[in-house]
């Protein structure tokens, strides 16, 4: 299949799920009580913990290993070890949450603990196997099951609220059975298409050891700047307020995420794949056209949500949380860090040294958590989220610098310019209207010409960053 349809397959499919996402966002905020909302965020902090911790670093690790295993004949055995593991983790995430709870921890009910380790088990299982398929080539059947996940997920919690009430366990529960399902179908999917004899070969434990555990404890720090932090926001604030927060901050969070998952998903498997060679200017070369393709992208998205999702807010969460556009302009920033640090640190992993992944995180977090408790202005909505966006620059900063120590790359300062020029024609526009922000004909036609006009100039700056700029695929 050539990289064309490739990316058009992908694109297809995000844009499907984009607008399953903020379905999704809108039915939950539309349906579920503030105070249930509460607690899907407050138990997706629960989950994220032990998902980043004990599950993200060996997932990193098996992603790196995924073509090499798939050449060797032996990627389906080591694909069943990791979704025991993941298993296991599950199991254990119930166990220290019930023994928490019996320590008199201030933790949300037994089912819904339950729940949060189900949730565990689900998804990551889901996103074990999901993305191996993309990692392997298989674009149409990625796209298909990220798909069929998304609205199994959706019509299932629909069902669920339907006959148990519109609470955060219903919720949650068909998520977890939505996830579950699609990850059976996928596993039996994949298993008929290896037409060669699988084998069972052991893992290096020491290699695996040596790549995870710079990240696993990165990853504590990274929890606290992504979603820990929210644990000391519900203390003061209590769990409506968190649902308020989480509600403004997810909806930016959704878009990075989309066009995050989309370029890495379309780049990264060839990245991984051509970066195993001892030319330490080849892989320089790599990873400089992958930081052309990214970062100009990235630092233009931010720049038109700043200045536009406050119009397309009451198409996307409900009329009670339209207030929250604040929170959304502040994570706007707060993701465009997050996503450049992940960029950089792609590089750890070209390089094979992820001990430098670690510091960057524990610099962010360190000032986020010192900074949270010492500042006077804790009380204060904009202080916090000010302190969420500078400890993310903090992690940027950081990163940067110790990235550059491993790999001698090159910001694309060209391109990040050429995509903001092309930027400005969508910003001026918003700003140049008068757009209603509430649902009706005129504001939909707008922030439909708006957002037009936005994705026409990233085309654009696509095609003159490869004709002019000689940016590579």
């Not at 201030?106 to 088990?121: I, M, N, R, T």
């Not at 990692?135 to 669920?160: K, N, Q, W, Y």
């Not at 024609?425 to 939909?444: E, H, R, Y």
Request: glycine content about 4%; charged content about 10%.
């Amino acid at each position: 299949m050539s990289n064309k349809s490739d990316f058009i397959i992908l694109l297809a499919g995000r844009l499907i799920q984009v607008a399953l996402t903020l379905v999704a966002l809108r039915v939950s905020t539309t349906i579920l009580p503030q105070l249930e909302m509460g607690y899907v965020y407050y138990l997706i902090v629960l989950q994220s913990f032990f998902t980043l911790f004990l599950i993200s670093p060996v997932g990193q690790f098996f992603n790196r290993q995924a073509s090499k295993w798939y050449d060797n004949n032996i990627i389906y055995s080591n694909y069943i070890k990791q979704v025991v593991y993941i298993s296991l983790i599950s199991v254990l995430s119930t166990i220290v949450l019930f023994f928490a709870k019996l320590l008199g921890y201030d933790l949300p009910s037994y089912s819904l603990l339950v729940v949060s380790s189900c949730l565990v088990l689900s998804q990551s299982s889901n996103q074990t196997i999901v993305p191996l398929l993309n990692m392997l080539g298989h674009r149409r059947a990625f796209v298909s099951f990220s798909l069929i996940t998304a609205i199994f997920s959706l019509l299932m919690s629909f069902i669920f609220i339907t006959f148990f009430g519109a609470t955060a366990f219903s919720w949650l529960l068909g998520i977890v059975v939505g996830n579950l399902i699609v990850t059976i179908i996928a596993t039996l999917w994949f298993k008929t298409t290896l037409t060669n004899n699988q084998s069972n070969a052991g893992i290096d434990l020491a290699q695996l050891r040596r790549f995870c555990l710079p990240i696993a404890i990165a990853t504590i720090f990274m929890w606290f700047l992504n979603s820990g932090y929210r644990m000391v926001v519900e203390g003061v604030y209590g769990l409506e307020f968190l649902a308020f927060l989480g509600v403004g901050l997810s909806v930016s969070s959704q878009v990075f995420s989309i066009a995050e998952s989309l370029l890495t998903q379309y780049f990264i498997p060839g990245l991984f794949k051509k970066s195993e060679v001892d030319c330490e200017i080849s892989r320089t070369n790599l990873v400089n056209s992958y930081f052309s393709l990214v970062i100009p992208l990235y630092v233009s998205l931010a720049l038109f949500l700043t200045h536009s999702i406050e119009y397309f807010f009451p198409y996307i969460i409900a009329e009670q949380y339209y207030d929250a556009y604040h929170f959304a302009i502040y994570g706007a920033w707060i993701e465009l860090g997050r996503v450049l640090t992940n960029a950089f640190a792609i590089v750890s992993q070209v390089e094979r040294k992820t001990s430098k992944f670690l510091f960057p995180y524990a610099f962010g977090a360190v000032f986020l958590f010192l900074s949270m408790s010492l500042n006077n202005e804790f009380y204060s909505v904009v202080s916090i989220e000010t302190l969420l966006v500078t400890s993310g620059f903090i992690v940027l900063i950081t990163m940067y610098f110790f990235m550059k120590r491993s790999l001698k790359f090159t910001i694309p300062i060209k391109g990040i310019v050429l995509f903001n020029l092309f930027t400005l024609p969508a910003i001026i526009f918003f700003n140049l209207f008068n757009i209603p922000t509430s649902i009706s004909i005129a504001s939909l036609i707008l922030c439909f010409i708006g957002g037009l006009i936005y994705i026409l100039g990233v085309f654009l700056a696509y095609f003159f960053s490869f004709k002019y700029l000689e940016v590579k695929l």
